[in-house]
């Protein structure tokens, strides 16, 4: 299994043990989770187009129609305006953001999907940065 690949089914195994959903997948590389990886290949490797938007198209439609064997899911990604996450945090309907923005802070935020996402995003970055890259002798700053 290539490290890409073995890389997806780590993080998909994560994202099932925290939605405490782990059944579905086994750690020895054998029964769903070799399915899985082998579809996900399948995929990365027919998913090629330059074009980001008609990739992220092609993962939605492939996942839509059930080629994965959690079934058949239509995923929606709203960016912004009402119904995103960031709306549902920050309440921010504005198509561009200004640096001027001034937002009231509401007891929920802490708990939103949107701040939890880029909480996340920032720690993956430095565990990236100051753990796994440099173990390869590259220096990010």
């Not at 080629?67 to 198509?95: C, H, M, N, P, R």
């Not at 923005?101 to 920032?122: I, P, Q, T, Y």
């Amino acid at each position: 299994m290539n490290k890409f690949l073995k890389l997806c089914f780590y993080t998909i195994l994560i994202f099932n043990i925290a939605l405490a959903s782990s059944k579905t997948l086994t750690i020895n590389g054998t029964g769903d989770s070799q399915e899985l990886l082998t579809k996900l290949g399948e995929k990365f490797e027919t998913f090629r187009d330059e074009d980001e938007a008609i990739r992220h198209k092609k993962w939605l439609d492939s996942i839509k129609n059930g080629d994965f064997s959690f079934g058949s899911v239509d995923l929606k990604y709203i960016a912004k305006g009402e119904g995103s996450w960031k709306y549902q945090a920050i309440k921010q309907d504005k198509a561009i953001d200004q640096d001027d923005d001034m937002f009231e802070f509401a007891d929920d935020f802490m708990d939103s999907d949107w701040r939890l996402f880029h909480v996340a995003l920032k720690a993956h970055r430095f565990d990236l940065i100051n753990n796994i890259l440099p173990k390869y002798g590259i220096c990010v700053s």
